[in-house]
């Protein structure tokens, strides 16, 4: 997949995962619709049965593709129509934050919003507000920096390639590229 | 990217269609652009956009091409999937294909109808659709669990919603429990006088239904009861329901009264709730004396048997002070047992009705009203008990000090389109106000002076019934009423002073009255927010039950299997709550008599072979549904108990639980295809 700077055409727009659950947030966000609430449009939406089905893992592989920030939306607590994975999932959600910010990434990026299904007016707030924190936070471009990253190992690499080659005369290749950090993650 | 190969080596050919839905989409997606870009993208055999996908050409496109292009994935752009997705399941079942091989892309809801750039909602449609295209290749072929439904029904609350519900069922041969919490089953309905438009006796035609709701065979009444628990789901509910004690033996009691004649207290001391403490009842009494069942209860607070307070394990203890003249009324009946306590009792049903109703707006919220203050400030509920024959005054219309009103003041919108109580318009106090002006007329000739800010009216005959009160020479004056208070020039006999403007004459109006009457609007029910949770229904933001859909599935709620009759839902006058308790009755029985329930396959499965038998996964289940085999030391999912959440699914630290519907991969490939650059 190429993923393209975004930021050098100039017109670079934030570009959000949200992932809400069918019964509260997602139905929320449909009546966002069936009402007519215009928000912004950078949000993408992935329909999951639960926020408790929100596996971290889905949360870093969308930062690690190219969002620039991640939505989570469950039901209110004690209204789960799972009875409780909104509660698992806002505990995967503190581990998560922490180790997003040490990643070196804005908090502000992950966002975790209880909707009920009669708050479209919320789902329309959370949006725009997230948009808006997002457009000034900046692209996150974390392809792009795996990217020269990996140019820096690679260069790393023929450094001490052309170094030991240099020291033993030209010895065999190593004959393995090094890994992407994104084939690494997936 | 190379094109995916299924498992037998068929490969993927992708059918995707994109709606217009006349201009809801196409007016603001580009739906040819969207088309030809998914036209490019790998596995995709046919892309077309076509007007109306749900109407059966659109279904019959998508059914040749199956045929004719030898389909075997479709992607179809269009609404909610919440809205249309089983239709097009369906529509690709009947072309042979498994329905699970559907995707949707929501592009209405999500996107043309909440977004205003055509360019921004064509490239998020472009989004969408390359996730979709890249998430159906790894979709499976699934088959629908049908599982047997139980045949009982609950209704929840016995107003005249519940009890047209529960007749509706029983008449059909299914077995109704029927909870209602009060004493009595009659609701709000039982309270009024006469009804508009046709002025027809509340009673009179709801009594007949209530009688038939005590002595029908399938109809398992239980009044004075709640429900306290709610476990299971569509088709098997399990419930319980507190039978609180009303220290009368309902089998034994036979509605004699004699007890209540008899009762130590010679005459009625207590405030009588039925008439919102306007008159009097004794500690033994019937509700009113079409109560059904036709039972008397005992208050345990006020009877002289009882001492004061109750016991930790909720039983009373008794007292010698009274010489017990009931029970001996009662003799061989043997009905009163003054050690009753409560009975948890546990029952299955497959479908349940809330009819639980609403509440009047408290009329204290508006203090410039008086209410509570002075007392000859009405709520329009109490006039309703004042005018009818069988109420404390026994039909006669009195101020507090038994004087028949010479002017009466009816005040319309107390606590309804206002933003500091209630911003809804409660849709049935215009009407009851001019029921109230005819009847005060009727009863006392008095004047009457009705404030109103809009007169509301619609509905078969109520315009009608607006004219014929309007003719009858009452005083309609649009303006609201800013304040109430006691006329300075007269302050001892209670006469008090209605100030208004008028807005159609621009005057300010200050009228002398001996009574006011004030239209209280609806309320959700003050236990909705519990009962909401116990029964894991959604509420509105004013708390009324929310419906699945507010137009298509008025009755359903985003629980299966849990339908909504009456207020609860909104407010609503009687014909409309009958109309949705049967249409509710109507829900639940296509249903029962369907026999089953399909449930969606999206249960949860563990690869044996990856389980490193961890357990993590064990107490994150809320149903149960994950065990542990102790001889292969692996962790296993009753498919049978497994709702779909999958919340074992990403907890799994090996990755060995898959959830059908939302398989790892499929989420995956959707973040890639969401994230997959459009064109420009």
């Known amino acids: 997949m190429t993923n393209p700077s975004p930021t050098t055409d100039g017109s670079w727009k934030p570009r959000i995962v949200a992932f809400f659950c069918n019964w509260c947030t997602y139905t929320a966000a449909d009546l966002a619709g069936v009402s007519r609430m215009k928000h912004a449009s950078n949000v993408r939406i992935i329909r999951l049965m639960c926020s408790g089905r929100v596996d971290p893992q889905f949360v870093v592989d969308a930062l690690a593709k190219g969002a620039d920030a991640v939505l989570i939306g469950g039901c209110h607590p004690n209204d789960c129509h799972y009875v409780e994975g909104n509660y698992k999932c806002l505990r995967r959600f503190h581990l998560l934050q922490r180790v997003v910010a040490d990643m070196g990434i804005e908090p502000e990026r992950l966002r975790l919003e209880w909707i009920s299904a009669a708050e479209g007016e919320k789902v329309k707030r959370v949006i725009n507000e997230l948009v808006d924190t997002v457009s000034k936070l900046g692209p996150l471009g974390l392809p792009r920096r795996f990217q020269q990253w990996d140019e820096e190992i690679e260069a790393l690499a023929d450094d001490v390639a052309a170094k030991e080659n240099a020291a033993e005369g030209g010895g065999v290749d190593q004959g393995k590229t090094p890994q992407t950090m994104e084939s690494a993650h997936a | ?680």
């Open chain 2, 1 to 680: 990217m190379k094109p995916i190969v299924s498992k037998k080596h068929e490969p993927i050919r992708i059918g995707y269609y994109i709606c217009h839905c006349g201009t809801n989409i196409a007016g603001m997606v580009d739906v040819e652009a969207v088309r030809k870009y998914a036209a490019a993208l790998p596995n995709v055999a046919v892309s077309r956009n076509y007007k109306y996908m749900c109407s059966d050409p659109g279904q019959e496109l998508i059914q040749q091409d199956i045929r004719e292009n030898r389909l075997n994935r479709i992607v179809v752009a269009a609404c909610s999937p919440l809205l249309h997705e089983h239709t097009f399941r369906k529509a690709t079942a009947a072309a042979g294909l498994n329905p699970f091989y559907l995707q949707m892309v929501n592009t209405r809801e999500h996107n043309s109808w909440v977004h205003t750039d055509r360019g921004e909602a064509t490239r998020k449609a472009m989004a969408l659709t390359h996730a979709a295209i890249r998430r159906v290749p790894h979709h499976k072929a699934l088959e629908v669990k049908k599982v047997a439904i139980n045949p009982n029904v609950l209704i929840v609350g016995g107003g005249i919603g519940g009890i047209h519900a529960a007749l509706t069922l029983a008449n059909a041969g299914k077995m109704v429990y029927l909870v209602e919490k009060e004493a009595t089953i009659g609701g709000h309905m039982a309270k009024f006088d006469k009804t508009f438009p046709t002025l027809d006796c509340a009673m009179c035609v709801l009594s007949p239904k209530m009688a038939s709701v005590g002595s029908h065979p399938n109809i398992h009444l239980w009044t004075y009861s709640e429900v306290t628990k709610v476990d299971g789901y569509v088709g098997n509910f399990k419930v319980a329901v507190r039978r609180k004690p009303r220290y009368i033996i309902e089998d034994l009691c036979t509605g004699c009264q004699e007890c209540v004649d008899e009762c130590v207290y010679r005459e009625p001391k207590f405030p009588d709730e039925f008439n919102l403490g306007l008159g009097k009842r004794k500690p033994v009494f019937l509700a009113f004396p079409q109560a059904i069942p036709p039972i008397a209860m005992i208050d345990p607070e006020v009877c002289l048997n009882f001492k004061r307070g109750v016991n930790p394990d909720g039983s009373r203890t008794v007292s010698d002070k009274c010489k017990k003249t009931c029970v001996e009324a009662c003799g061989d009946r043997k009905a009163i047992d003054f050690k009753q306590t409560e009975e948890i009792k546990e029952i299955n049903v497959g479908t349940i009705i809330m009819a639980t109703g609403f509440q009047i707006f408290d009329a204290k919220r508006t203090p410039y009203y008086g209410y509570g203050v002075y007392p000859n400030v009405y709520n329009a509920l109490e006039i309703e008990r004042l005018v009818n024959a069988s109420g404390p005054t026994e039909g006669a219309l009195v101020t507090r000090n038994g004087q028949v009103p010479k002017k009466v003041a009816i005040v319309h919108c107390v606590g309804s389109r206002d933003e500091n109580t209630n911003r809804w318009c409660s849709r049935v106090c215009c009407l009851y106000s001019l029921k109230l002006a005819h009847l005060i007329k009727e009863h006392t000739d008095a004047e009457v002076y009705n404030f109103y800010i809009d007169m509301r009216t619609p509905g078969k005959s109520m315009e009608e019934f607006y004219n014929r009160v309007a003719e009858e020479g009452m005083h309609l004056i649009r303006g609201r009423v800013a304040d109430v208070y006691p006329d300075p020039s007269d302050g001892a006999t209670g006469r008090l002073v209605v100030q208004a403007e008028d807005t159609l004459t621009n005057k300010i109006l200050k009228i002398p009255v001996d009574m006011v009457i004030l239209g209280v609007g609806l309320e959700p029910h003050p236990e909705a927010e519990h009962l909401r949770r116990m029964f894991n229904l959604s509420c509105s933001s004013e708390g009324w039950f929310l419906e699945r859909h507010p137009k298509l599935a008025p009755v359903n709620t985003f629980t299966d299997g849990i339908f909504l009759a009456g207020c609860c839902q909104g407010p609503k006058d009687i014909p409309d709550t009958v109309a949705q308790a049967g249409a509710a009755a109507a829900e639940a029985f296509a249903l029962i008599d369907k026999g089953h329930v399909e449930q969606e396959p999206n249960t949860a499965y563990i690869l044996a072979e990856e389980c490193s038998g961890c357990k993590s996964c064990i107490p994150l289940c809320p149903y149960t549904a994950i065990t542990f085999d102790d001889t292969r030391l692996k962790a296993i999912i009753n498919e049978t108990l497994c709702k779909g959440c999958g919340t074992c699914v990403a907890s799994c630290p090996s990755g060995s639980i898959v959830q059908n519907l939302f398989e790892d991969e499929e989420i995956f490939s959707e973040i890639d295809g969401v994230l997959a650059d459009e064109p420009a």
